[in-house]
């Protein structure tokens, strides 16, 4: 049995790195999508637009 912990540090370090981690229930199974930027981004405070551009998927888990 877990502790929990997994999501809270996965986001922790998500963030860290200025991405994103949303969840996606709209397929018959729930995932969780982390988006992280390619290059630095020079400001925190960025739109999904500017950040869509500027992430790719690494990987997709399901």
């Known amino acids: 049995s877990g502790t929990g912990l997994g999501l809270s540090i996965a986001r922790s370090i998500v963030y860290a790195h200025h991405g994103t981690l ?9 995932r969780f999508v982390i988006q992280l930027p390619k290059h630095h981004l020079k400001s ?11 992430t790719s998927t690494l990987f997709h888990l399901q």
């Open 44 to 54: 925190a405070q960025t739109s999904k637009a500017a950040l869509d551009s500027e």
């Open 22 to 30: 949303t969840l996606d229930t709209s397929s018959p199974h729930t």
